[in-house]
């Protein structure tokens, strides 16, 4: 089902100055059967977006400043994860077991456009600055393979791995450390100059550079690997 909630507002400050603000709020949610009639699957999702704009004219000129934030919450849940004699299963195909993911996360913007026209020709120019902050865990239950089903039939897997599970409340790892946390920052800039040749010809002329970082996570869990001389078969990742 959906969930939404959408309100604006505008206040006109004088002739030459308009602010708006918005706030969106939506909270989504889903249920999926599964052939096992009770390991269903739900989402839970939230989100959160409020925008304000600043407008403001004054003859040639007109500058327009937007600020905006968006929160997002997703929650998926496998009703048997909390089961632990329930298990994922291999032999070939998967019983695919239950799995508890959280992934959350915001993006803050902050936006400058600014233009001047006279005559035939319209200068302008701006910016933006954008965080992207992600956050993500997931909890899995106990994963036994077996090579076929032979295997299966013996009871004599391959591999079994038991997974240490944190405090789905807290959302935390095993060993207590919060979820994983990773950052990102853009930054770009533009110019532009749009000519009027004559009516039916307009040159557009500019140049726009957007600077991305690498993402970063709090706690370095998260990194780049550069190719090691020593194992080259690796690859960089």
């Known amino acids: 089902r959906d969930n939404n909630l959408v309100t604006r507002g505008d206040y006109y400050i004088n002739a030459n100055n308009i602010l708006a603000v918005r706030y969106i709020r939506s909270r989504p949610y889903a249920f999926s059967p599964a ?40 929650y998926r849940l496998d009703k048997l994860m909390a089961d632990p004699k329930f298990g994922n299963v291999a032999f070939g195909w998967s019983s695919s077991g239950s799995k508890l993911e959280w992934d959350a996360g915001s993006y803050t913007t902050v936006q400058e456009a600014v233009s001047y026209s006279r005559g035939k020709q319209t200068f302008q120019f701006g910016g933006i600055v954008e965080r992207a902050i992600a956050y993500q865990i997931q909890y899995a239950p106990t994963a036994i393979n077996y090579s076929n089903l032979t295997q299966f039939l013996a009871n004599t897997p391959n591999t079994v791995q038991i997974q240490m599970i944190g405090d789905p409340t807290k959302r935390t790892l095993p060993d207590g450390s919060p979820a994983f946390k990773n950052t990102r920052d853009q930054f770009g800039a533009y110019i532009q100059d749009d000519v009027k040749v004559t009516k039916s010809l307009t040159l557009n002329l500019g140049v726009r550079y957007d600077y991305f970082t690498i993402p970063v996570e709090v706690n370095n869990r998260v990194y780049n690997r550069y190719l090691d001389p020593n194992r080259p078969e690796l690859g960089p990742g």
């Open 35 to 74: 052939l096992l009639e009770a390991n269903y699957r739900t989402y839970d999702d939230a989100g959160d977006n409020t925008s304000v704009a600043y407008t403001h004219t004054s003859g040639s000129w007109t500058q327009d400043t937007r600020v905006g934030f968006n929160l997002i919450d997703m």
